[in-house]
């Protein structure tokens, strides 16, 4: 009976999501411009998106080092299917299914796989962040407002590296903060906080190697490099040509749209 009605809610839901996504929308008109595309990009866009895949899995493994040892082929299936439900539910609910299906069959705890894509998050928002930036000195005569977030994209990302470099090396400074903050929480719910805090600084081990963090940094740029493309070829196909510079842009837009 749950499973029918977790059934019955998955399709209420991506039903209504649909429906709202495609309310007002011209069919007559979208065909004609759907019709109007080049096709011939579709196998280089498709190959490039099995690269971009590829490349997550891989990433993910690394990641997943302080959790355990996999290979790429025990981590792709769940994350594939993780993705599917990105694409079939709001919210991005797609990850919390990724999380669940993955730490059951290998008997991982559900923190600790929560707190590994929570790190992945990290690497994909740098090198979105770093290419948003990238685009402006790429773009001629950007608008004010472009430049404005790119020094913000600037201190965000300042930010995110000096908050990783305190939980990689003056944990003590979280566990004090930790501690205080447990104090003032009813029950088990500070000693709860201080596990959570134990699985963060875990799952963030990985990351004091320089050489596997330039490493992964630079496997996370390449990654949305390739996503830049495939946006240039997507606007390619409909008779839209732009600079590197604007797919850049564009690439990054989307994706924070899409986190948020």
């Known amino acids: 009976m749950k499973k029918i009605i977790s059934l019955i809610s998955v399709i209420l839901v991506t039903g209504l999501a649909l ?3 495609l309310w007002d929308v011209d069919f007559s008109e979208l065909g004609q411009l759907l019709s109007g595309g080049d096709y011939r990009v579709l196998l280089p866009f498709l190959a490039i998106l099995v690269l971009f895949y590829w490349m997550k899995a891989v990433r993910w493994v690394l990641i997943l080092r302080p959790v355990g ?3 790429r082929a025990q981590v792709t299936p769940s994350m594939v299917i993780g993705f599917a439900g990105n694409n079939l539910l709001p919210a991005h609910l797609g990850e919390l299914i990724r999380i669940v299906i993955f730490a059951r069959k290998y008997m991982k705890p559900v923190s600790s796989i929560t707190i590994s894509l929570l790190v992945e998050r990290i690497f994909d928002l740098v090198a979105i ?5 990238l685009s402006i000195v790429l773009i001629e005569a950007p608008p004010e407002s472009l430049e404005i977030g790119a020094w913000l994209v600037v201190v965000l990302l300042a930010g995110i590296l000096v908050s990783i470099a305190i939980v990689l090396y003056r944990p003590d400074l979280l566990h004090w903060l930790a501690n205080r903050i447990g104090k003032l929480l009813p029950g088990e719910a500070g000693v709860r ?4 805090l134990d ?4 799952a963030f081990s990985s990351l004091k190697s320089p050489t596997l963090v330039l490493y992964m940094t630079a496997w996370s740029m390449f990654k949305w490099g390739l996503m830049a493309v495939m946006i240039w070829l997507s606007l390619f196909a409909y008779g839209t040509s732009v600079s590197p510079g604007i797919a850049m842009i ?3 837009v989307l994706a924070l749209a899409a986190a948020v």
């Open 19 to 21: 429906a709202y996504a």
């Open 69 to 71: 040892t996999f290979t």
């Open 129 to 133: 962040l770093s290419y948003y930036a």
């Open 193 to 196: 906080l201080t596990d959570i």
């Open 199 to 202: 699985n963060i600084i875990n």
């Open 250 to 252: 564009l690439m990054a």
